[in-house]
């Protein structure tokens, strides 16, 4: 078979599905890579058991290896469990919209205070900031840096060293001002401790804010668990930040945190500037936690190609022997796009080395000759080869303005396949797989 063929041939996959003893090495890779972006073993582990459930008896593709299906697959459940995107602040009609933010210290919270003021001022929204934080000294004058550099207000009481009195005084003034947002920024710790906890809950009841976020340090490792699962018990959180993600860190704890708390991610902190938030999108992060991004393009390459009815109906023709040049000229005519094979030929691993065959001139070129003379033939013929006499051949060479060879080769070339695409198409993927690999 020529390589057009045979690359067309492979993407029309097969009764290959995933089983336990297939999905093994790609379950282990998979856990591997978790581990490596710090997300916490407990939900490592119940997430491999809910993925494998998930993963077990769906098909896989026969441009695909098993594991290459299952890090497709891997990748969706990351995206819905990172989901559903929620990145609206939820700002009432009337009254002021009162955020606070918590976390523990040095997570960023005081950052992306300015950083929500800013996103805020490009609505000509004008928000006033609170400063809560009564623990470090520096605190309340980081944030009113802040308000100066941004040029919003900033509530703050040095002489009272009640948060909660400092937080029900800012929304006060919020509302004789008819501000439209209150942001609180509250005091952090290094460790979860009861008394931080019993603070914030006592601001909770107090000021009643609409939205809660936890912020979290998105290089934090395993206690990511622990310190949300703390949060998310004393209050009821709305909503995640997670900052740090301009650095190396892969962001598995977003993974810890959104599994513990189960709230909307609103945001991604990207940097010290105030401008370097991000709305939340699973797809991005999926990628960035799984860091698999060439074997989840290719394999949803593949998919895109074979729609799954299509991919049935191809597959019962060839079984049964009805498989016409019409449906070879489809198949070539989905895979002939320009770029496409080459495409997916440098994303799968090893088969980088025909890229350039694929893409040549020649190829496309002859997958070309081979749609122009499929096209110059009649129904009969395209339905039955074996009419196809020299003088057919010449009227189909003349009509396409190929070379009479083309046409014989394409015909001897189609007889020779049949048989051997009706066997494959009645055997089970991996007999296929190895047949292919003649
Ligand atoms: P807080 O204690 O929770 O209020 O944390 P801060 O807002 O004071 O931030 C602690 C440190 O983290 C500061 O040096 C910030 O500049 C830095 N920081 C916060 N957010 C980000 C971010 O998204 N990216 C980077 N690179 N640094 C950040
Ligand atoms: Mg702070």
């Not at 893409?359 to 096209?375: F, L, P």
């Amino acid at each position: 078979l020529s390589d057009g063929l045979q690359g067309a041939f492979k993407s029309l996959s097969g009764k290959g599905k995933l089983t336990e003893s297939n999905m093994r090495e790609g379950l282990e890779l998979v856990k591997q890579s978790l581990l490596d972006a710090d997300v916490s073993y407990s939900v490592i582990e119940e997430f491999m058991s809910h993925v494998s459930e998930r993963a077990l008896g769906k098909r896989v593709l026969l441009s695909l290896r098993p594991h290459e299906e299952l890090v497709r697959i891997v990748h969706d459940e990351l995206v819905s469990l990172l989901g559903p995107v929620d990145t609206s602040l939820h700002l009432k009609k009337d009254g002021p919209t009162i955020i606070m933010l918590c976390g523990l210290q040095g997570s960023g919270k005081t950052t992306t205070c300015g950083k929500l003021a800013q996103l805020l001022l490009e609505e000509n929204i004008k928000p006033l900031l609170v400063a809560a934080d009564l623990q470090r000294p520096a605190a309340i004058e980081q944030l009113h840096v802040i308000g100066r550099q941004l040029n919003v207000p900033v509530y703050s009481d040095s002489e009272n060293k009640n948060p909660v009195q400092v937080c029900k005084a800012g929304v006060d003034k919020a509302n004789a001002e008819d501000a439209r947002v209150v942001i609180l920024d509250t005091a952090g710790r290094l460790a979860i401790d009861d008394e931080l906890m019993a603070e914030l809950q006592r601001i909770d009841k107090r000021v009643s804010p609409d939205q809660v976020y936890l912020v979290v340090d998105g290089m934090t490792g395993q206690d990511a668990v622990q310190s949300a699962g703390a949060f998310n018990e004393a209050l009821e959180l709305d909503g995640v930040v997670m900052t740090k993600l301009d650095g190396d860190a892969r962001g598995g704890a977003l993974l810890s945190v959104k599994h513990v708390t189960g709230v909307p991610i609103k945001f991604m902190g990207t940097g010290e500037h105030f401008d370097a938030l991000e709305p939340f999108r699973p797809d991005g992060m999926a990628s960035r936690i799984l860091q698999m991004g060439d074997i989840v393009a290719a394999a949803r390459e593949a998919h895109r190609i074979v729609d799954e009815k299509e991919r049935e109906e191809m597959e019962a023709k060839m079984a049964s022997g009805d498989f016409t040049l019409d449906d070879f000229k489809n198949m070539m005519e989905k895979v002939a796009k320009p770029g496409l094979m080459g495409k997916m030929m440098s994303l799968m691993p090893g088969m980088n080395q025909f890229k350039e065959v694929m893409e040549s001139e020649e190829a496309a070129g002859g997958i070309k000759q081979t749609i122009g003379a499929i096209n110059s033939m009649t129904q009969d013929e395209r339905k039955n080869p074996k009419l196809i006499d020299a003088a057919r051949r010449t009227r189909i060479a003349k009509g396409a303005g190929v070379q009479t060879p083309v046409v014989s080769q394409l015909v001897k070339q189609f007889e020779m396949m049949k048989p051997v695409m009706q066997m494959m198409a009645g055997k089970g993927a991996g007999d296929r797989m190895k047949m292919m690999q003649q």
